[in-house]
């Protein structure tokens, strides 16, 4: 061997291991890392999450938007999606799903703690990919205190209602519609058109129409309220207590869940509730309720990440969250305190429920949903004819491609609704 040689094998081998060591380095930097967690909640919300997440011992760094799901698609796109995504759609995750960009859960949690519809038993695939770690009530009307409405349905000039929101806008509108398929046709039919199964043409279906219409007829009653309605933001102005401490136009109804308690700020203590079904458009018993939860979700396979989703979803965990006026769809965390909180909790756990169906839809579907329904309150409030039918197809066009796409999810639920 030359000296020439040995000399560059030695800065080859000095090469080598400061390299080694740099790896190493940046290894040892990335655990160190807190872990990144991306979610909707955002002021009050976020401050008690946070509250929560601070009591693991593990250092994060969380993001609350509206705009969720464009901040998301970004970090993906650039490579740097966060570790921990917590949203309500259930068919978005499952699209990352798919793409192989979540991390499976198996075995950070304990399934049997988490009943049926939220758990993922119904998942064609063994593996599962989103627990929920927050639940809310919908199916339910607020009031204020004193003021119970008859079992009987309300006029719009009754309903405080807002389309407005800093991300998608539109989804208030889509909680009156899933809520009216569920009251009038119940869980089975609504379980269906939620997941778009069968051959049948759901958004055309009459089920589908006869509670659009429902929902229609009921904006037309006053030109004026629709307008207002379109055009005011769901939570009310920044500094109001919600829009129904606001009273506009004397509105005393509120078709909103369970998380309206955060608008309402020091004045949740003056809202009750009570079922929906008697006071939608038309009436009726209640068939079951509609819910809903915030699902977290990994994209990484740090160990810090997947410590917090366990400490997250665990019965400890979620108690500690539930402390905080919050509510749990662990089986094993005890009631929430306050009449109110206990029957939002009963509700929760007890007879026929669904999951939100947008929540449940791909997210091209979803999104066409959200435009029929701002496009069906536009054209009211502006006095032209609704123009359902073609709305309807609309959407179901959206639905139809997907499906001769292929493109159906492979790690969707199948299930959406349950009986206990």
Known sequence: MTRRFKVLVVLVVMVLVAAGGMVVVWARHDEGEPVTILGTWTGDQADQFEKVLRGFGIPFRYQGTAAQREVLL????????????????????????????????????????????????????????????????KSVVWYRKGEKPADSPARLRSWCIGMGDDGASGWPGTDWIEDLVLQRAGPAVYQKWALGTGTAQWWRSAPVRSAWEAWAGLLKQDRTAARHALLTD??????????????????????????????????????????????????????????????????????????????????EGQQKWADLDVFSANRQVRPE?????????????????????????????????????????????????????????????VQDARSAQGTDSRAAPRTVCSTR
């Not at 308690?261 to 509609?290: C, N, W």
Request: charged share 25%; net charge neutral.
């Open 74 to 137: 970004s970090k993906v796109q650039s490579g740097e999606p966060p570790d921990i995504v917590i949203m309500p759609g259930i068919g978005e995750l499952a699209e990352y799903a798919d793409q192989d960009r979540l991390e499976p859960l198996n075995g950070l949690y304990d399934p049997a703690q988490y009943g049926a519809p939220w758990n993922a038993t119904g998942s064609a695939s063994s593996k599962v990919f989103w627990v929920p770690v927050k639940a809310d009530l």
């Open 234 to 315: 769901h939570r009310g102005s920044p500094k109001s207590h919600g829009l129904l401490f606001d009273g506009w136009g004397g509105c005393r109804l509120e078709h909103q869940g369970s998380f309206a308690r955060s608008f309402y700020k020091s004045d949740a203590q003056h809202a009750g509730l009570t079922d929906s079904a008697p006071l939608l458009p038309g009436g009726g018993p209640v068939r079951a309720h509609e819910v809903t939860g915030d699902f977290a979700a990994l994209f990484s396979s740090r160990s810090q990440a997947k410590a917090l989703v366990q400490k997250l979803a665990s019965k």
């Open 337 to 397: 305190h306050g009449a109110v909180e206990r029957e939002i909790s009963d509700r929760l756990r007890t007879g026929p429920r669904c999951l939100d169906a947008s929540d449940v839809m791909a997210p091209a579907v979803r999104d066409a949903f959200y435009e029929a329904v701002l496009q069906t309150i536009a054209r009211v409030a502006a006095g032209r004819d609704p123009g359902i039918p073609r709305l309807l197809q609309d959407v179901q066009r």
